[in-house]
């Protein structure tokens, strides 16, 4: 084989080898990476079923329910327009409590209730998670709207 011959092997096979490393790469990357969802977009079916997901917002008031295992517990997470039904079993962190925010990973089941494998709690007053701001933010505003076109369709005009 030429010396031109055996450099243009090399080169292909650096390329391929190169090709094959980066999506080894991207397909782990892929796998790992998970997303944040609030409760409003998973109303809306924007949440996948087949994967792990993040959802965040604030553990409703009066939700909390701890089984008679004593490591399951139900709560329900809210971003004040839509609420979606938390199963997890282990043990919570110190910071969880109702009315707190929290973030659920885990997966969502076919009959609406996600299953969390991990939650989080927030660690002090100051600190929410942007995405599960901006979700509570933008839930917020359109309750708001909501609510102003509700009342403005009650609202009954006399004639005169």
Do not use: C, W
């Not at 792990?52 to 399951?72: A, H, N, Q, Y």
């Not at 973030?103 to 660690?123: C, N, S, T």
């Not at 701001?133 to 009954?156: C, F, I, P, S, Y």
């Amino acid at each position: 084989m030429k010396p031109r011959h055996r450099r243009l092997v090399a080169v292909v096979g650096g390329l391929a080898l190169l090709a094959v490393a980066t999506a080894l790469v991207l397909n782990a990357f892929r796998s790992s990476l998970v997303f944040f969802y609030s409760p409003t977009q998973v109303a809306k079916k924007e949440a996948p079923l087949d994967r792990t997901f993040r959802i965040g917002g604030m553990v409703e008031t009066g939700s909390f329910k701890r089984l008679p295992d004593g490591l399951t517990v139900q709560f329900v997470v809210t971003d004040t327009a839509e609420r979606v039904p938390v199963v997890y079993t282990g043990i919570l962190p110190d910071l969880f409590k109702e009315g707190k925010g929290v973030v659920a990973q885990g997966r969502l089941g076919p009959d609406g209730i996600f299953r969390a494998h991990e939650v989080l709690a927030k660690h002090d007053e100051n600190y929410m998670p942007p995405e599960a701001a901006a979700a509570l933010d933008r839930a917020h505003r359109e309750g708001v709207a909501r609510m102003q076109a509700e009342k403005a369709a009650k609202t009954v005009i006399a004639p005169r």
